[in-house]
Nanobody
Framework: QVQLVESGGGLVQAGGSLRLSCAAS????????MAWFRQTAGKAREFVAA???????TYYADAVKGFTISRDNAKNTVYLQMNSLEPEDTAVYFC?????????WGQGTQVTVSS
């Protein structure tokens, strides 16, 4: 089972950028496709972006603009570069395996975008 730790969130003004990191531990962590999700209070967790285990294929939710998912398998880390952030992007961001979320959810990292 892969253990996940998200980091990199913070408070940013609209139009700003943040880079989130997801550190995965476990012998086979680099062999999983991975995805980012986000959740706001009172709403279900929603898909943001996914990347294949080799990084050759990426997928994005229609609602996100200016986001780029990437990974460094040597570091067992998945990234989410978020540019042109909008207040609607405010949420707690999580990572997990894809397409099914087989690992325990981490604490997530809070992203707050002020207008």
């Amino acid at each position: 089972q892969v253990q996940l730790v998200e980091s990199g969130g913070g408070l940013v003004q609209a139009g700003g950028s943040l880079r989130l990191s997801c550190a995965a531990s476990g012998r086979t962590a680099s062999t999983y496709a991975m995805a980012w999700f986000r959740q706001t209070a009172g709403k279900a967790r929603e898909f943001v972006a996914a990347i294949s285990w080799r990084g050759g294929s990426t997928y994005y939710a229609d609602a996100v603009k200016g986001f780029t998912i990437s990974r460094d398998n040597a570091k067992n880390t998945v990234y989410l570069q978020m540019n042109s952030l909008e207040p609607e992007d405010t949420a707690v961001y999580f990572c997990n395996t894809s397409p099914s979320q087989d690992s325990p959810w981490g604490q997530g990292t809070q992203v707050t975008v002020s207008s």
